[in-house]
């Protein structure tokens, strides 16, 4: 006996207490690919004739929950990436008001607007390259402590802790997507900053 639904016994005492003697009414592939389940199906219908039922398709009601789990995840995971969108946005744009002093006096030296814009995006894409590394060491970190996490699960899926998808490329959109905004909001700031006056600032800091 497995569970409360299956067990397994001799397929030849099985055919005789159903009386279907050298008869089977199902086999059971295990193929070392999952994601081909769909390819092989078709290719042994289009073979033998005989109806087939990748695991997908037998389960895919069972399927659609985890699909709606994901969508759910990939909307708080890009609302939190925005949060830190933002907070970088004010990081940079704090830093740039509180450095307009230091801006005129570069303008009054001969920097160019280029120069300026430079020097904060810079600024920015370092934020950026630092926050990145440090999110993707405590990404990697979280996911050793959570798969360390011993708990047992019975039922369609069966495992023995937390079921992890460790795709190195979410990292890299971590990567990817901390860079671009650090970059928008280090040049959008700068950018206004190159045009002041140096007169008009420090008239105003005066």
Not at 68 to 91: C, D, E, K, P, R
Not at 106 to 116: F, N, P, W
Request: hydrophobic letters at 50%; glycine letters at 6%; proline letters at 1%.
């Amino acid at each position: 006996m497995l569970d409360q639904t299956r067990i397994y016994m001799n397929l030849k005492t099985l055919q005789t207490i159903l009386n279907k003697i050298n008869e089977v009414n199902e086999i059971v592939f295990r193929v070392k690919d999952v994601n081909k389940a769909d390819e092989i199906a078709d290719r042994i219908n289009k073979d033998t004739g005989y109806y087939t039922e990748s695991w997908k398709k037998a389960f895919r009601n069972f399927l659609q929950l985890f699909k709606i789990q994901n969508y759910i995840t990939y909307m708080i995971v890009f609302a939190i990436l925005i949060v830190s969108a933002f907070g970088i946005f004010n990081i940079i744009m704090m830093t740039v008001l509180e450095k307009k002093r230091d801006i005129a006096i570069l303008k009054a030296l001969g920097y160019e607007d280029s120069d300026i814009v430079k020097i904060f995006v810079f600024h920015g894409i370092t934020i950026g390259f630092f926050g990145s590394l440090l999110g993707c060491l405590t990404g990697y970190l979280l996911q050793e402590f959570l798969a360390s996490v011993n708990i047992s699960v019975e039922g369609l899926v069966r495992t023995k802790g937390f079921a992890l998808d460790r795709n190195p490329v979410y990292f890299l959109y971590g990567v990817l997507f901390a860079f671009f905004f650090s970059f928008i909001a280090a040049f959008y700031p700068s950018y206004k900053a190159s045009k002041l006056n140096p007169v008009d600032i420090f008239r105003s800091s005066a």
